[in-house]
């Protein structure tokens, strides 16, 4: 199997690698009633295979409600041109109870099989911080982590780094006492000594579902905090304008690029960060989904809740996801400053026809969209995260957000499981159509629905992987 481990030195370089076969995805039974493990599975979606769009294997964590969120590699390109490095391992950190799984996915690719579990206790006492989300791999040969909090739940965005081989904890990244008020997500760029990161909300305030008057009471995230790679520092803090929780972060994947974007899920828009002149950061808006004004829901407007964004390795292309309003959005962002909509697509949401919401009034769509149905399956939930195949053409999509708020938002998903879906993407003039072929029905998993989420190629992907 063609892994990116060959270290191609360039995101077109790696366009070029093979077709995915491969997809690896944490499923969370945290919060859905049925008491087991979370746990990795794998997916075949190679068309040619007699299991394509199925779960080929499941491996479940030793211990109950974990809530396995995001993964990452013990190394990536940005690593390219050691040998002695080989992306064998995936870093599965949990956001509630904070333990991070070592994952060996090379021994046996279709069945991987857990290498070390670091346990909560350790990076408490090292770190002092819990509540983990983000991996990324380092040219160091570390792998670093972000966490949303500290032991008690209280907000503190700091950096907890791993040595590669052992997976031993190392201490934090940022210096003693500099951690950010909050946390999330986070992308470097070591060519213009930075990296930026996100924020969602303290542990204690998001942990058990949604309450609007948080936000009133300023309790979600607001910022971008800018960082002295080098120095391991911050340096900058940005606020952004209509920006309420910033939460997935890219820098364009040239590592020249001095700008990219962030998507604010609660504020519903696509900023773009960029360097200026003077060495300083600077933040503008750059893609605004209006809010609906609804009847039978939560609150009187529903924003769209944009919860992923991706890059095309080339740079040519945004994606997002609006959770709540059920479409997936391409943009043409030849011009960064001004993305153009070439492709969208409703795959759910929570304002189909026939369902509790009426849309009182909508500032983009005539009428409200149907639901969606793939092989006889009425899709639960919206589009949620989403992943790119290296040559930009296929779009794979799953439903669940983060198990508290799937069973806030979408009770029906806790009851019928979360699916994975395939878009075919047109490259060429922008466009995205629903594969009708392929469909993972987590509903139907052998202990009961299950909630998937982030995936992850073998080889690496456009979420993964940081060139320098």
Same mark, same amino acid.
């Given at each position: ?203 204690? =305030? ?218 075919? =993407? ?43």
């Amino acid at each position: 199997m063609w892994e990116m481990r060959t270290w191609l030195p360039f995101p077109l370089e790696a366009m070029k690698g093979p077709r995915e076969e491969l997809v690896y995805l944490p499923c969370i039974y945290r919060n859905t009633g049925t008491e087991a493990p979370d746990y990795l599975a794998t997916v075949d979606v190679n068309p040619k295979s007699p299991q394509y769009s199925q779960v080929i294997h499941r491996l479940p964590m030793p211990n109950l409600k974990d809530e396995l969120h995001h993964s990452g590699w013990n190394t990536c390109s940005s690593c390219f041109g050691d040998s002695t490095k080989s992306r064998t391992k995936l870093v599965l950190p949990s956001l509630i109870s904070s333990r991070v799984y070592v994952v060996d996915v090379a021994t046996e690719p279709r069945a991987p099989k857990l290498h070390k579990v670091v346990e909560p206790k350790e990076i408490h006492a090292k770190c002092d911080l819990s509540y983990l989300h983000t991996s990324h791999c380092l040219a160091s040969g570390e792998v670093m982590i972000s966490a949303l909090g500290d032991p008690k739940g209280n907000g503190k965005g700091g950096f907890v780094l791993l040595d590669g081989e052992t997976f031993e904890v190392k201490g934090t990244w940022e210096q003693p006492g500099g951690a950010a008020p909050m946390g999330y997500d986070f992308w470097y760029q070591p060519r213009h000594n930075v990296m930026i990161s996100t924020e969602w909300a303290a542990p204690n =305030v998001l942990r058990d579902g949604f309450n609007p008057a948080d936000v009133e009471a300023g309790l979600y995230g607001q910022h971008l905090h800018v960082w002295d790679w080098q120095r391991h520092e911050k340096v900058q803090t940005l606020t952004l304008q209509d920006g309420l929780i910033p939460l997935e972060i890219r820098f364009l994947h040239n590592p020249a690029a001095d700008q990219g974007f962030v998507g604010c899920a609660l504020g519903s828009n696509i900023q773009r960060f960029y360097k200026n002149q003077g060495g300083t950061w600077s933040v503008e808006k750059v893609i605004q989904v209006p809010p609906k004004k609804v009847k039978g829901w939560i609150l009187p407007e529903m924003p769209s809740l944009i919860t992923d964004i991706l890059l095309s390795l080339d740079d040519r292309f945004l994606y997002f996801s609006n959770w709540l309003h059920g479409d997936l959005r391409q943009y043409d962002i030849s011009d960064p400053k001004r993305p153009r909509l070439v492709g969208q697509i409703f795959l759910g949401g929570s304002i189909v026809k026939g369902g509790p919401v009426q849309v009182l009034e909508d500032q983009e769509l005539k009428c409200q969209p149907e639901p969606l149905v793939v092989k006889g399956k009425r899709v639960a939930g919206g589009p949620q995260m989403i992943q790119l195949s290296l040559d930009g053409t296929r779009l794979y999509v799953t439903t669940s957000l983060y198990s508290a708020w799937d069973k806030q938002f979408y009770p029906d998903l806790i009851r019928e499981g979360s699916v994975m879906l395939q878009i075919d =993407v047109d490259t060429v003039r922008g466009g995205l159509k629903l594969n009708p072929n392929f469909l993972v029905d987590f509903g139907k998993e052998p202990l009961g629905p299950a909630l998937a989420h982030e995936l992850r190629y073998p080889g690496g992907d456009c979420s993964s992987d940081i060139w320098l």
